[in-house]
């Protein structure tokens, strides 16, 4: 049984950082390709961060220097540093699992925890 908890999100000023985990349960580490994702309310669910199988990782350009995916392979965990953060950051972030032909395509993760919310103000 897969499972997938996202943690870390909260309420943070313009310029100021925070720390998201997803704690992957289920599956070993070099099973999947681990993406993070961002939704605002309306819009389509974007691909901001990836780390492949191999542990390579792959962002948006948006996020590009800003934001870091890293992954511990023994907790089996992916963290996204993110540092600077503007108040277009603002969206439910979520982690998903899978093996997508397109790291940046939603389709191809079979596996997606529940969000955890980041607010920048």
């Known amino acids: 049984h897969v499972q997938l908890v996202e943690s870390g999100g909260g309420s943070v000023e313009a310029g100021g950082s925070l720390r998201l985990s997803c704690d992957a349960s289920?599956?070993?580490?070099?099973?999947?390709?681990m993406t993070w994702f961002r939704q605002v309310p309306g819009k389509e669910r974007e691909a901001i961060a990836g780390?492949?199988?191999?542990?390579?990782?792959d962002y948006v350009d948006s996020v590009k220097g800003r934001f870091t995916i890293s992954q511990d392979r023994a907790r089996n965990t992916i963290y996204l540093q993110m540092n600077d953060l503007k108040p277009d950051d603002t969206a439910m972030y979520f982690c998903?699992?899978?093996?997508?032909?397109?790291?940046?395509?939603?389709?191809?993760?079979?596996?997606w925890g529940q969000g955890t919310q980041v607010t920048v103000s």
């Open positions: 998903a699992a899978g093996r997508p032909r397109d790291w940046a395509d939603e389709r191809g993760y079979n596996f």
């Open positions: 289920g599956y070993s580490p070099r099973t999947y390709c």
């Open positions: 780390v492949d199988r191999d542990g390579t990782p």
